[in-house]
Nanobody
Framework: EVQLQASGGGSVQAGGSLRLSCAVS??????????IGWFRQAPGKERDGVAC????????YYDDSVKGRFTISVDNAKNTVYLQMNSLKPEDTAVYYC?????????????????????WGQGTLVTVSS
C-alpha cells in the first residue's frame, strides 16, 4: 500500500490559479504501476472525480466541468502528480483529495468511481471567492 500527501490548497479569487501536489510514497512500490486520481468534495455533496492519469502511458481523463481549465501532470522523478487549476470559479470550492490504485490500465471508470481507488490522501481545501 502507498501513502499520499496532498498539498497546495488555499484561498483565491475567481479567475485565479492554484497548483495542487500529490506526493506518493511507499516501501518497494513502482510508480509506473499506478493510476492517480484527483477528486473533490464540497460541503453536503458527494465526492466527484476531477481528473485522473495512468502513470505508465500518461493517459488522462477530465470531468467536463474542468476541461480546458485544469491540467493533471506527472513528475516521475519525484513520484508526484500535480493538478494545475486555472480560471478558478466559486463552484470549484471543495476539499480536494488525491487517490491511488495499483493498475496501469487506463480507464475512464477511475474518474467516475472513487471506490476504484484503495489509497487516499488527507485532502486539501480550495476556496474560491467571487
Amino acid at each position: 500500500e502507498v501513502q499520499l500527501q496532498a498539498s497546495g490548497g488555499g484561498s483565491v479569487q475567481a479567475g485565479g490559479s492554484l497548483r495542487l501536489s500529490c506526493a506518493v510514497s511507499g516501501s518497494g512500490f513502482t510508480f509506473d504501476d499506478y493510476t492517480i486520481g484527483w477528486f473533490r468534495q464540497a460541503p453536503g455533496k458527494e465526492r466527484d472525480g476531477v481528473a485522473c492519469v495512468t502513470i505508465s502511458d500518461g493517459t488522462t481523463y477530465y470531468d467536463d466541468s474542468v476541461k480546458g481549465r485544469f491540467t493533471i501532470s506527472v513528475d516521475n522523478a519525484k513520484n508526484t502528480v500535480y493538478l494545475q487549476m486555472n480560471s478558478l470559479k466559486p463552484e470549484d470550492t471543495a476539499v480536494y483529495y488525491c487517490a491511488a490504485e495499483r493498475d496501469a490500465t487506463p480507464s475512464i471508470m477511475y474518474l467516475v468511481r472513487p471506490s476504484y481507488f484503495s489509497s487516499w490522501g488527507q485532502g486539501t481545501l480550495v476556496t474560491v471567492s467571487s
